[in-house]
């Protein structure tokens, strides 16, 4: 777990060293975007949560970073870490970036010139279903995630893939009903419930079960796995559960407060 900024770490790691990244960088927005850590169940504060439900919150600490470059500005801040990403991947590793319509399709062309575009390997839509409805367009409630490997040799372990229910189970029969079946490049998964136990405060936390999907799928126990933008840490929670070896940076010191705090909570 390191506090810094990461492109001074990504610089001092040798070549090949690491066996899956997953980044989930600032997203283009053009915003700044305000990290409020907050606790549940004290305070005077009140929030809705899901159902209309409303509890009480206390605001822990607050920082903001800042999601503003313009897009010429965020694509050289970005392509160069994928550049240094590429780099200290092993031959077998492989890169999940995580980004939304802002910018996936610039990253996409990015990645096809740093990586190949034949070691392209998927473009993973995370469905959710969560917060507003504009009223003149249809609902943005998707992120995407790319996926490429180092080399023509990658990490899929189909048989850890945690496996989903089937939309007609009657249609397949009872054994396989029972199984599941894989996912496919659409996931289906909720955002970290503003009440769950799960929840950190941080804004923009990213569910385990995603992240403990990728690294099941993508690495193997005892892998190194890093994440040059860790925010609350979720690649290390994921990490630390499934047995692998976790590299965490972020440039935010409540980032790594959350990191560590959420690290020691879970047990060995
Ligand atoms: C979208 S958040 C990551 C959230 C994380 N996936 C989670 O589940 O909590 C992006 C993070 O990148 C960090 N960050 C932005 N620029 C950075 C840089 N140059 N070096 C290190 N960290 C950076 C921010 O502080 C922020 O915590």
């Known amino acids: 777990m390191i506090l810094a900024e990461n492109m001074s770490i990504l610089r001092q790691l040798p070549d090949a060293c690491i066996d899956l990244v997953y980044i989930d960088p600032p997203f283009g927005t053009g915003q700044v975007r305000r990290l409020q850590a907050i606790r549940t169940g004290v305070g005077t504060k009140t929030r809705s949560g899901f159902g209309g439900r409303t509890y009480t919150f206390d605001v822990i600490s607050a920082h903001e970073y800042r999601d503003d470059m313009d897009l010429d500005e965020y694509l050289?801040?970005?392509g160069e870490r994928l550049v240094e990403i590429h780099r200290?991947?092993?031959p077998t590793g492989s890169l999940y970036l995580h980004l939304d319509f802002h910018t996936v399709h610039y990253a996409r062309l990015?990645?096809?010139e740093?990586?190949?575009?034949?070691?392209?390997?998927?473009?993973?839509?995370?469905?959710y279903d969560y917060?507003?409805?504009?009223?003149?367009?249809?609902?943005?409630k998707h992120d995407n995630m790319l996926w490429y490997a180092k080399s023509d040799r990658w990490v899929f372990n189909v048989d850890g893939i945690d496996r989903i229910p089937y939309m007609a189970p009657g249609l397949v029969g009872p054994e396989?009903?029972?199984?599941?079946?894989?996912?496919?490049d659409v996931w289906w998964m909720t955002i970290v419930p503003t009440n769950s136990?799960?929840?950190?405060?941080?804004?923009t936390q990213k569910p385990v079960g995603l992240v403990?999907?990728?690294?099941?799928?993508?690495?193997?126990?005892?892998?190194?796995?890093?994440?040059?933008?860790?925010?609350?840490?979720?690649?290390?929670?994921?990490?630390?559960?499934?047995?692998?070896?976790?590299?965490?940076?972020?440039?935010?010191?409540?980032?790594?407060?959350?990191?560590n705090e959420r690290l020691e909570n879970e047990p060995c």
């Open 212 to 259: 403990e999907r990728i690294i099941r799928a993508s690495s193997n126990p005892g892998d190194l796995v890093a994440d040059f933008f860790c925010g609350s840490g979720t690649v290390g929670v994921a990490a630390k559960r499934l047995n692998r070896r976790f590299l965490l940076v972020d440039n935010n010191s409540e980032a790594i407060r959350i990191t």
């Open 131 to 140: 917060g507003g409805r504009p009223q003149d367009r249809w609902p943005r």
């Open 197 to 203: 136990r799960e929840r950190t405060g941080y804004p």
């Open 76 to 78: 050289e801040f970005l």
């Open 110 to 112: 990015m990645l096809d």
């Open 88 to 90: 200290v991947l092993r």
């Open 176 to 184: 396989k009903a029972a199984r599941g079946k894989l996912p496919t």
């Open 114 to 127: 740093i990586f190949g575009a034949d070691h392209f390997l998927n473009e993973i839509i995370w469905a």
